[in-house]
């Protein structure tokens, strides 16, 4: 526990020391990146988003990171109130196309959250629409309404610059306004300031055992976490925005929330409801899966899974290629287990050879020396 504290309090020294833009933030960005540190958008002014996506820890939540064992959710405004998922990492997002469904891959794509429920099909940006859910969340900034948060933007030192950047009318329609509220967040998100591309992955600087954990992880681990550029060319963000259910046992820290149906759940939820944004009635084939993560900074983001479950990155590999002849506990979900996870035939040193590897992945910001 010592050693872990003591890494997390390094990496936010060397984040917040590499936090040069790089290139010209636009007028949109700058935008979004103030919104992102005002506290003001929580009920009792304690909670920004960067709170559970700091910028100084790759944009997780640091009480997790500093305390992965004990600490796999993020408190709300209010000091007790927690969720019932681990927070993910706020960078390399905005790739996420909108949810749909892939024949091909026989999966939903995209969308945002671990259960994909910010679709996109709103504002045509899942992280926009993404970004505009914990702000109303009773669990998380607790705010009582659109009116009560663009009420904040109309007080706020950059409220010139949200008028310079969508109009002199910007916020005189409440609906309007957090729409743009949500755009602004996702264009600071997709900024250079938060996506750096600056790993020793980045740079083609692995050593003889980080080229060979590439190697096995092309694969073993690549049908999922792409190591394919992007379509224009972006490096990989490993992750081709799947859902799976690699079947992680629930986290008995969190066993007062109930069984987590993860997509399944969003899809089961949005058919029965009046007016369902997705029609499928085979929901409960989705039960279990959630939205598989990009792995870029994943050695410095724990715990790892949605409910938390890891806190040891050795652990989530070792789950990975041994979840059916270990001795692991039994799955949260048992339905619709993935076939490509629980016997992967790797012995020790090829699960510490793509561990290796998996280091490699972390941006210059809170990188620590070989």
């Given at each position: ?133 914990p702000p109303l969340n009773p669990v ?111 986290n008995p820290l969190l066993s007062d ?114």
């Amino acid at each position: 526990m010592k050693s872990t504290i003591k890494i997390g309090l390094v990496l936010m020294v060397l984040c917040t020391a590499g936090l040069a833009y790089g290139a010209k933030a636009s007028d949109m960005e700058r935008l979004g990146k103030m919104m992102f540190m005002d506290k003001n958008f929580s009920r009792n002014a304690t909670q920004s988003c960067n709170t559970c996506h700091d910028k100084r820890m790759a944009f997780v939540d640091p009480a997790n990171v500093l305390d992965p064992e004990n600490s796999v959710v993020s408190l709300g405004d209010d000091g007790i109130s927690t969720g019932d998922r681990n927070s993910p990492t706020a960078a390399y997002c905005g790739y996420s196309p909108n949810l749909y469904w892939d024949e091909a891959k026989g999966s939903y794509i995209g969308g945002m959250f671990w259960d994909g429920r910010a679709t996109g099909w709103t504002l045509n940006d899942p992280l926009a629409e993404q970004a505009q859910g914990p702000p109303l969340n009773p669990v998380e900034m607790n705010m009582p309404s659109k009116e009560a948060v663009i009420d904040v933007i109309r007080n706020a030192r950059y409220v010139g610059l949200f008028y310079k950047v969508f109009g002199s009318d910007a916020l005189d329609d409440v609906d309007r306004a957090y729409d743009y509220f949500g755009l602004a967040l996702a264009a600071y998100e997709r900024s250079s300031m938060v996506q750096k591309f600056s790993s020793r992955f980045d740079a083609g600087d692995l050593n003889g055992q980080e080229q060979n954990g590439f190697r096995l992880f092309k694969a073993k681990c690549s049908k999922c976490h792409s190591a394919d550029p992007g379509p224009d060319g972006t490096p990989p963000l490993f992750t081709d925005y799947s859902y799976h259910n690699i079947g992680l046992p629930a986290n008995p820290l969190l066993s007062d929330k109930g069984t987590d149906l993860g997509l399944g759940g969003f899809l089961e939820k949005d058919y029965n409801s009046d007016s369902p944004i997705i029609g499928d009635p085979n929901y409960a084939d989705q039960y279990g899966k959630f939205k598989v993560p990009s792995l870029r900074n994943v050695a410095i983001t724990p715990p790892y899974g949605h409910n938390g479950y890891f806190s040891d990155l050795r652990d989530v590999v070792s789950f990975h290629n041994s979840r059916d002849i270990g001795n692991w506990p039994t799955p949260e979900v048992s339905d619709n287990l993935d076939a490509e996870v629980g016997n992967m035939g790797l012995n020790g040193q090829e699960v510490d050879d793509i561990v290796a590897f998996l280091k490699t992945l972390t941006d210059n910001c809170g990188r620590m020396k070989r």
